[in-house]
T-cell receptor
Framework: SQQGEEDPQALSIQEGENATMNCSYK?????LQWYRQNSGRGLVHLIL?????REKHSGRLRVTLDTSKKSSSLLITASRAADTASYFC?????????????FGTGTKLQVIP | DTEVTQTPKHLVMGMTNKKSLKCEQH?????MYWYKQKAKKPPELMFV???????INESVPSRFSPECPNSSLLNLHLHALQPEDSALYLC????????????????FGPGTRLLVL
């Protein structure tokens, strides 16, 4: 399996519900980031969590990081139709430099109005 | 200005054509990236330029040739491509490592959708 796998692959929820997606990775990392991609467009940076952090919040987003399990989760609270997009985690290895980012397989989120 | 622009938005080319993709940013970023993204797949890193010098080449075939003429511009020259090279090509930029926090954040352009016939 590749560095950065996410589950579920697809998630469909009603507007107002919470959405949780998970990311697992293999190597030691400096940080983990989450990006959003609307269909066929560029990626938008959501949040970055460093390897010495366990939890981070930004608006309706909550990210956790468990380096012992090499996993992270992204929680979107009170979802909106505009949150419909694909969500990718991205890791930068501790060795190899921060520029060598690897993206996870992605979770496709659909929020139904 | 936090925008990365890419031209063209769409490109159709034959296997014998030569074309170029262009990317521009005016955020003062000194690292610029090319990614390739196939449908329903994550972006895959192709090249990284740091201070206008090629720092990472992820074993990309020579039919893809990157160029960084200055700190704001990044080109990807295409020649003798194959149909399997059809994909969305994304450009991104980030600050250099000596900048304060958030230097790892990458800012992406909207991409060029390439179709090779």
């Amino acid at each position: 399996s590749q560095q950065g796998e996410e589950d579920p692959q697809a998630l469909s929820i009603q507007e107002g519900e919470n959405a949780t997606m998970n990311c697992s990775y293999k190597t030691s990392i400096n940080n983990l980031q989450w990006y959003r991609q609307n269909s066929g467009r560029g990626l938008v940076h959501l949040i970055l969590i460093r390897s010495n952090e366990r939890e981070k919040h930004s608006g309706r987003l909550r990210v956790t990081l468990d380096t012992s399990k090499k996993s992270s989760s992204l929680l979107i609270t009170a979802s909106r139709a505009a949150d419909t997009a694909s969500y990718f985690c991205a890791t930068a290895p501790r060795s190899g430099g921060y520029q060598k980012v690897t993206f996870g397989t992605g979770t496709k989120l659909q929020v139904i109005p | 200005d936090t925008e990365v622009t890419q031209t063209p938005k769409h490109l159709v080319m034959g296997m014998t054509n030569k074309k170029s993709l262009k990317c521009e940013q005016h955020m003062g970023h000194r690292a610029m990236y090319w990614y390739k993204q196939k449908a329903k797949k994550p972006p895959e890193l192709m090249f990284v330029y740091s201070y206008e010098k090629l720092s990472i080449n992820e074993s990309v075939p020579s039919r893809f040739s990157p160029e960084c003429p200055n700190s704001s511009l990044l080109n990807l020259h295409l020649h003798a491509l194959q149909p399997e090279d059809s994909a969305l090509y994304l450009c991104a930029s980030s600050q250099d490592r000596r900048a304060p926090a958030r230097q790892e954040t990458q800012y992406f352009g909207p991409g060029t959708r390439l179709l090779v016939l």
